[in-house]
């Protein structure tokens, strides 16, 4: 594949930021990768496994760069941050992310009128760090943009491709609109199955079977990534609990009333949506 950008610009070198720089490097979409972080042990780790050509602990040797992207890799609660300092450096660089919440991060780099596309590619493992790296990662996964009207239509198209480029299929919307859909079909099935997996004593362990393993495989992400989700998207995830919470109580009540009708309802809805995806 032909070159993209010139430079491509990875802060942040955990699993998506070395899957995103493996990726790249495999399908040629930029003529150098740099991998900037605060830890160096972790950088190392990146440009061995060859996720990165070149690393950087500070944003300032990022001056000068003409014709880079550079994708924030990192915790939500620090894109913002590091967006507003890599735009300071007055370079020719498009800035993206790859973070789970969209609205308070593309409206105050709008407000501030940073030159930021929101990117969000549905990937990812509970797993975390370069060394489990993947450049197959983002084939044939969604990726969801959300410019706003800062934007310009060269610089949204151009990601498009980038992400395209990598094998996802991309889709745009509000910052807003994101954020709601992500508050039911992500943030509240691992607030879910972090839920469930408290209950568990060290007891039960020996009678957990694949149907407790599958539910609660995801609460194994990083607490510390998942607790800046929950927090930067809270108000969406707060009202999809609700509803979530409604919806068990009619299980409760059948139970309670020992009503055979309700609870077959209640599991036939739910398979009727699973055979409707």
């Not at 949204?156 to 954020?179: N, T, Y």
Request: include cysteine; charge should be neutral; charged fraction near 25%.
């Amino acid at each position: 594949m032909s070159r993209i950008f010139s430079r491509l610009i990875i802060v942040g070198t955990g699993l998506l930021g070395s899957s995103l720089g493996l990726a790249a490097k495999q399908r040629n979409l930029a003529e150098v990768v740099i991998g900037i972080g605060h830890r160096r042990e972790t950088l190392e780790i990146a440009k061995r496994c060859g996720a990165v050509d070149r690393i950087l602990t500070e944003l300032d040797d990022l001056a000068g760069i003409n014709d880079g992207l550079a994708i924030m890799c990192t915790p939500v609660r620090v894109i913002t941050e590091y967006a507003v300092r890599i735009a300071a450096l007055n370079g020719n660089i498009l800035q993206s992310d790859v973070g789970s919440t969209k609205g308070s991060i593309c409206r105050e780099l709008e407000r501030r009128r940073c030159r930021f596309v929101g990117a969000h590619p549905i990937a990812g493992s509970e797993k975390s760090g370069p060394a489990y790296g993947n450049a197959d990662l983002f084939q044939d996964r969604l990726t969801i943009l959300t410019p706003t009207a800062l934007n310009c239509s060269e610089d949204v198209e151009r990601l498009r491709i980038f992400w395209e480029s990598l094998g996802s299929r991309v889709v745009s919307m509000e910052p807003e609109q994101h954020d709601a859909i992500l508050a039911k079909t992500s943030h509240l099935p691992h607030a879910v199955a972090a839920a469930l997996a408290s209950l568990l004593d060290v007891a039960d362990r020996p009678f957990c079977g694949t149907g407790f393993a599958d539910t609660t495989r995801i609460a194994a992400g990083s607490p510390m990534v998942w607790t800046d989700i929950f927090l930067d998207n809270r108000l969406p995830l707060l009202t999809i609990l609700e509803e979530f919470g409604s919806r068990l109580e009619i299980l409760k009540n059948a139970l309670r009333e020992g009503d055979h009708v309700t609870t077959r309802q209640f599991l036939e809805s739910a398979q009727e949506k699973i055979k409707s995806k």
